[in-house]
């Protein structure tokens, strides 16, 4: 097929309104992806919504011990949850040995972000339940209890998260697009105001953050004073990537720790997207000083799911001792995991952690720059490693940037209401941060 007859194609049966272009998979290569459209490539700073850890057609995954395992995994598709395989065993010991937290022993895989999170709730809601049950020395036949209000049915969660678009998951997402959860019915879980770093963190804005935090530890304290053993987890992403690309301090996470451990509820950070070494870690939570009761995590990871720490041993019987109170027919997808594998090979073996952390503080400090002499165009450089992102004035100046970036050879992403995200790759080499330098440069509108 002709790529001039994609989209055409694929709008007789679908809504296909996604990005104008038609992926050459072959020739993209590294940093680079190449549009079959118009035969041209792009600095890559989209990643598919930073699902891709490294460059791609990578050198070392062209190695042909790997592709014979990939093909294999893809020939048939075993449901990884019941039927077991050398292959996942294989990803499952190098996922724990490389990028699993030392303290968190536990793992549950399953295919998509928003499932991820989902089963973070779950877990969080049975463990919840069990603790209140055992409060209460009664241990009714789970199959058979249905009066489940009071008794951990609650998820705190703050102002302009993006969680996922599935079942649970539409009680927590509100960010600035209401297309992802108008008129679906939702929860009335208790929404937190967010308190987001503005940047640079001058002594005025470091004032402002820290009276916003308190107004956020106020809500929660009044929340679970609403709802007495009724909160069965707090969710937040370490950086809030879909509703801006919004930072917290350390100092905060360090009281919502204090919270979940004071009032039992379980601590849940969604690291769907900063998770994977983007932000010059493994998780972005590593920043924080502070350990999580479960990650959620998923995109640069290929398949997605859950980790959690030793808190759920505080009762018997959960969800991760329990058979099928967390499954699903693929457990992942086995492909993903032998890719996954592979991806944590070349992380580890070119030492791309540091790497990302390197070329992101360069990448940063040139946006800085440029912001400083935009005259007010841009502002609020911010972020970890390659999570990065900046302000425009508007929406209309952000999406004219956008457009005329991507004019000028750089897909990025948007966020928030005012906000260009970058998300680059691990690997991804100095000179291409110097070649989007000068890109972002030439594509700052004139005001």
């Not at 509820?265 to 690291?271: K, R």
């Amino acid at each position: 097929m002709k790529a001039s007859a994609v989209h055409e194609t694929l709008s007789k049966h679908m809504l296909a309104t996604g990005e104008d272009i038609v992926i050459d998979l072959e020739r993209s290569h590294g940093s680079y992806i190449y549009d079959s459209l118009e035969n041209r490539e792009y600095i890559d700073f989209f990643t598919y919504f930073a699902s891709i850890p490294i460059g791609h057609n990578h050198p070392k995954m062209k190695d042909p011990v790997f592709q014979k395992k990939l093909l294999t995994s893809a020939m048939s598709k075993p449901s990884s949850s019941d039927f077991y395989t050398t292959l996942m065993a294989e990803f499952v010991d190098t996922f724990a040995r490389v990028a699993m937290p030392k303290y968190m022993p536990y793992l549950f895989l399953v295919s998509g972000g928003a499932l991820a999170v989902e089963n973070a709730l779950k877990t969080a809601f049975d463990w919840k339940f069990r603790k209140n049950v055992a409060k209460i020395q009664n241990t009714p036949d789970i199959a058979q209890h249905y009066a489940l209000e009071g008794m951990g049915s609650k998820i705190i969660h703050f102002k302009e998260a993006f969680h996922g678009r599935s079942g649970y998951t539409m009680s927590l997402t509100n960010t600035a697009d209401p297309r992802k959860y108008a008129y679906f019915p939702k929860f009335d879980w208790p929404r937190i105001t967010n308190p987001k770093l503005r940047f640079p963190i001058t002594e005025e804005v470091l004032k402002e953050v820290v009276q916003t935090e308190a107004i956020a530890i106020a809500q929660i304290e009044a929340a679970l004073k609403k709802y007495p053993g009724d909160i069965a987890g707090l969710i937040i992403e370490p950086i809030q990537g879909e509703g801006g690309d919004n930072h917290f301090r350390p100092e905060f996470f360090q009281e919502l720790r204090r919270l979940a451990d004071e009032h039992e509820f379980l601590f849940i950070v969604d690291e769907v997207q900063s998770g994977m070494g983007v932000t010059g870690k493994w998780w972005a939570m590593e920043h924080m000083g502070v350990m999580p009761d479960i990650i959620a995590f998923g995109k640069k990871a290929q398949v997605c799911g859950i980790i959690a720490g030793p808190r759920i041993d505080e009762v018997e019987n959960h969800v991760f001792q329990e058979s099928s109170r967390n499954n699903s027919t693929w457990g992942g997808n086995l492909t993903d995991m032998v890719r996954c594998t592979r991806y944590l090979e070349i992380i580890e073996e070119d030492n791309l952690i540091e790497h990302t952390n390197k070329v992101g503080a360069k990448l940063k400090a040139g946006l800085e720059k440029l912001a400083e002499n935009s005259n007010g165009v841009m502002d609020n450089v911010r972020g970890r490693g390659l999570m990065i992102a900046f302000d425009l004035p508007n929406k209309a100046t952000r999406d004219e940037m956008k457009a005329t970036l991507k004019e000028n050879g750089l897909y990025c992403l948007p966020c928030g209401e005012k906000s260009i995200r970058f998300r680059g790759m691990l690997d991804t080499p100095e000179e291409i941060i110097d070649k989007a330098l000068k890109i972002v440069e030439k594509s700052i509108p004139v005001i």
